[in-house]
């Protein structure tokens, strides 16, 4: 299992240009997440998929959108992007058990946005 | 929400012990996690405890909750140079999300 795939690794962003930040995981696990890692921040929630089908706003939604593709695939969005969003991005799932939170992460993507 | 603490820096000998704390403020927090982050790398589950445990050990790993003040801590035993990274708190809270304190930066000295 190749557990929780994340490309690209790093990106190089002009402002106002858009990508697509591509997540998947081998896992057969339900629930999928966007985090941003920021120094001193830790993580924050950027949006969440429960399950296929759903999506959810998590702490810092603004200038992301997200397309949970199949049970497989989750992917976020920059449209126009801002300085701000220079960050390290995580994506991560879990299965959804009675109590058992744990989720597993991804290598994380490296974006500078110039 | 819910609201996880953490000091942002730790700097011990290599062999000593080390121990990281951690503050929450739910206390429906049924699951209470311990993630490492290596340099350029994801976060790695090192441990966890559930909520109606007051300790877990786990070889060097050694986990202290108290509930009743909200407190988590990690204790690194013989710590190792390559046990130098970012150490998260995370909590699982009412909203069934993880919540993550900021991390603490642990810098092993030889």
């Known amino acids: 299992n190749a557990g929780v795939t994340q490309t690209p690794k790093f990106q190089v962003l002009k402002t106002g240009q858009s990508m697509t930040l591509q997540c998947a995981q081998d896992m057969n696990h339900n629930s999928m997440y966007w985090y941003r890692q920021d120094p001193g921040m830790g993580l924050r929630l950027i949006y969440y998929?429960?399950?296929?089908?759903?999506?959810d706003k998590g702490e810092v939604p603004n200038g992301y959108n997200v397309s949970r593709l199949n049970k497989r695939e989750f992917s976020l969005r920059l449209e126009s992007a801002a300085p701000s969003q220079t960050s390290v991005y995580f994506c991560?799932?879990?299965?959804?058990?009675?109590?058992?939170?744990?989720?597993?992460f991804g290598p994380g993507t490296r974006l500078t946005v110039t | 929400g819910e609201d996880v603490e953490q000091s942002l820096f730790l700097s011990v000998r290599e062999g000593d012990s080390s121990v990281i704390n951690c503050t929450y403020t739910?206390?429906?927090?049924?699951?209470l996690y311990w993630y490492k982050q290596e340099p350029g790398a994801g976060l790695q589950l090192l441990t966890y405890?559930?909520?109606?445990?007051d300790m877990k050990q786990d070889q060097r790993l050694t986990v202290l909750l108290n509930k009743k003040d909200k407190h988590l801590s990690l204790r690194i035993a013989d710590t190792q140079t390559g046990d130098s990274a970012i150490y998260f708190c995370a909590a699982s809270g009412s909203a069934r999300q993880l919540t993550f304190g900021s991390g603490t930066q642990l810098t092993v000295l030889p």
């Open positions: 998929s429960a399950s296929e089908g759903t999506t």
């Open positions: 405890i559930f909520s109606n445990m």
């Open positions: 739910d206390s429906s927090s049924t699951y």
């Open positions: 991560a799932s879990r299965v959804v058990s009675a109590g058992d939170y744990e989720q597993y």
